[in-house]
């Protein structure tokens, strides 16, 4: 989200210090100020909210609802700067010094089971706490009766009277005097409760913490806010979120019983390797939570879960039923039908037909085995077509007089996990998404002859799922026009793909539990793409740095790879095709190799040399001498012919490490 407003905008006003009646400030000043508020200002510029629950409670200061641009202006100006992650708590102190009223404010202490009406009377800085006091009148809610003054007062005294700033929420003052206050507190506690991380402590302080940690992560919260996320990436970022800090207190638990040891037995060896596993499971958990993080990466690594429903299977009767949908049925229209699709001749037996006026619900309806048929309209659903039988879609009459256009936001539009699905003849619209337009899952989908206007990505092809895409139009999408996973397979013929960020983005991650996808292109026009035709996403190794710094010293190398690359070139094009696609390529098979199409091939036919080399050493590691190459060396394009890359604003092909 990038808020609006003027420069460091707060909701408390940020016009600087300097009045016309005040001789100039000194630097002291300056810094105390900065330009973060005004002391000074009458009246208050936050809002207020009414607390829940007791109404006898005062309001209080909102500062909930902070625009990005307002907290990273905070952070990045006045808390964090350029400090370290061993440093945040020093740094946060000495803001605090500058802008807390270190006495005279009330606010509501908040905790999971009790709210108590509290006065500040002293802060705490380096600590990150308040001394506080109870206010008279006495005023507390809490989900059970026994907290009453003389047991509040017991566990005040239990904590010395020390409450974490985190767990206050100030007071409403209309005065302005406690603006800065209820800002400053807002910051440490949002700081705390969605930025830092229990590990960050320990993590390497060589870099800028709030460009490495900070910034990213608040921009993650704020696209999860603003539904930017997909809401199965959201689940998996919280879920691997909260394994990664119960491994982590589990670790710390090993590692001080570990140090606190002073023998050398066979129990502290164990705890040792514990403790290490304990290391590669959070190491690992780190960099996932990282990927979802960094806005570039976030969909690269991407993630399995898909909210289908079950297959239904065979429709207890055993007859299956053609679904005709259209949102009014004339005379003329029906007897088209009767002829061309619905003639018992044709069909060569009795058909079951079902009218419905919407294609969610007739696709809804279906069961293994159904055929629904769309007739020329223009439909507006409101929800997501979850395909899971063997079903096909088609519609009766062009792609652009048969549309289907989807309403309001949600994560997807089209979900395939059937074995065997067919769309047909149908354009697909799609806005305000935060998901591709069509995503298959699991099993095969074939995508004939449609037009579809994308608001994200486009297409996704997830692991181990099939696409068959043939005759289509594909345009408009944010990101790639067509997103295809390692382990999947996936066909273009004579398709478009066009005014898209990128046209297709292959994920091939080099990583043992994938395969490399299996892909073929004939036919396709790929152009007036912001960035590349094709771009391949791949891991950075230590053999990319070492090609890069030969490639560019050492001219006859370049030559010898070339010939070696035309030389897989050829082995591409005479390796076994799907059964599915083989008599649509032999058309293709006498095309000459464009120079976009022949770049492509080139670098990932070394990409899967790359990854054949890895396989072959984890292998031999293993202690596995004799590798079978030609079960390890499958090379991800079975075909690549006849594809024109015009008009792509970085290129045909590029490259992208992460």
């Keep these: 989200m990038d808020g609006t407003g003027p420069p460091g905008g707060s909701a408390a006003g940020l016009q600087g210090c300097a009045e016309e009646a005040k001789p100039a400030p000194t630097q002291q ?26 109404v006898l409670f005062p309001d209080l200061f909102r500062t909930d609802h902070l625009l990005f641009y307002e907290r990273f202006k905070a952070y990045q100006d006045y808390i964090l700067a350029d400090c370290k992650a061993s440093e945040v708590k020093e740094f946060t102190a000495e803001y605090l010094e500058k802008v807390l009223e270190p006495s005279g404010w009330q606010a509501v202490w908040r905790t999971n089971v009790f709210e108590v009406l509290v006065e500040v009377v002293d802060v705490e800085y380096s600590d990150l706490k308040a001394v506080v006091q109870l206010c008279e009148p006495f005023l507390c809610e809490s989900q059970v009766s026994t907290f009453t003054l003389e047991c509040m007062q017991e566990l005040l005294e239990l904590k010395e009277r020390r409450i974490p700033l985190q767990e206050l929420w100030v007071v409403y003052d209309e005065s302005g005097e406690f603006d800065q206050t209820a800002l400053a507190v807002e910051h440490v506690r949002f700081f705390y409760e969605c930025i830092w991380r229990t590990w960050d402590e320990e993590e390497e302080d060589d870099f800028d913490y709030f460009v490495r ?84 990466l976030r969909y690269v690594f991407g993630y399995q879960k898909y ?18 949908v259209s949102s009014t049925v004339m005379a003329s229209l029906l007897q ?64 652009d007089d048969i549309v289907i256009e989807k309403q309001g936001k949600g994560d997807n539009f089209v979900d395939c996990t059937g074995a065997n699905i067919k769309i047909s003849n149908l354009k697909l619209v799609q806005h305000d998404a935060v998901e591709g337009i069509l995503n298959v899952h699991q099993g095969k989908t074939t995508l004939e002859n449609c037009v579809l206007q994308c608001e994200t990505t486009g297409i996704t092809v997830r692991t181990s799922a099939e696409l068959l895409m043939k005759n ?11 997103e295809i996973y390692p382990g999947s397979t996936c066909t273009l013929l004579d398709n478009g ?59 006859d190398a370049q030559s010898t790879q070339s010939s ?19 008599d649509e390529l032999e058309l293709y098979e006498q095309a000459e190799i464009s120079e976009g199409n022949h770049e492509i091939v080139s670098e990932l036919g070394a990409a899967s040399a790359k990854k054949s080399q890895m396989h072959r050493k984890r292998l031999s590691e293993l202690g596995i001498t004799e590798a079978d190459d030609n079960l390890m060396s499958q090379e991800m394009f079975v075909s690549i012919v006849g594809n024109q890359f015009k008009w792509n604003g970085k290129g045909s092909f590029g490259t992208f490490l992460f």
Excluded at 243 to 258: A, D, G, P, S
Excluded at 526 to 543: C, F, M, Q, R, W
Aim: hydrophobic share 30%; aromatic share 6%; charged share 25%.
């Design 29 to 54: 000043d300056e810094d105390i100020c900065s330009d973060y508020g005004s002391r000074d200002k009458p009246g208050t510029a936050l809002g207020r909210t009414v607390p829940d629950g007791n």
């Design 213 to 296: 940690c900070v910034e990213p992560r608040l921009r993650l919260h704020y696209d999860i806010l603003e539904h930017r996320v997909p809401s199965g990436l959201v689940a998996d970022y919280h879920n691997y979120l909260s394994q990664c800090e119960e491994l982590y207190r589990k670790f710390l638990t090993v590692r001080n019983n570990i140090s606190s040891s002073d023998s050398d037995s066979e129990m502290e060896n164990i705890s040792m390797v514990e403790g290490l596993k304990l290391y590669e499971k959070i190491e690992h958990l780190k960099q996932k939570l990282k990927l979802i993080e960094n806005p570039l």
């Design 307 to 324: 909210s289908g429903l079950q297959a239904k299977g065979q429709r207890p009767t055993g007859i299956k039923i053609t679904h005709v």
């Design 336 to 399: 088209s039908l009767i002829r061309d699709k619905l003639c018992p001749e044709s069909c060569g037996e009795e058909l079951e037909i079902q009218f419905h006026n919407d294609p969610l619900a007739a696709v809804n309806a279906c069961y293994e085995g159904d055929t629904v048929i769309i007739c020329p309209g223009h439909y507006v659903v409101d929800g997501v077509f979850c395909i899971a039988d063997s079903i096909e879609m088609e519609g009766y009459g062009l792609p």
């Design 472 to 482: 289509s139009d594909l345009y408009g999408a944010k990101g790639a026009g067509v």
């Design 497 to 555: 793909i066009h005014h898209c960020k990128e046209g297709i983005l292959i994920k091939n991650f080099l990583d043992e539990h994938y395969d490399i996808p299996k892909i073929s292109m004939a036919n396709n026009m790929i152009h007036n793409n912001e960035g590349y035709g094709v771009v391949l996403v791949k891991p950075t190794i230590a053999s990319d740095v070492k090609d890069a710094s030969a490639k560019g010293t050492t001219e």
């Design 564 to 582: 070696d690359e035309r030389a897989q070139v050829e082995g591409f094009r005479q390796e076994q095709l799907p059964e599915c696609v083989a």
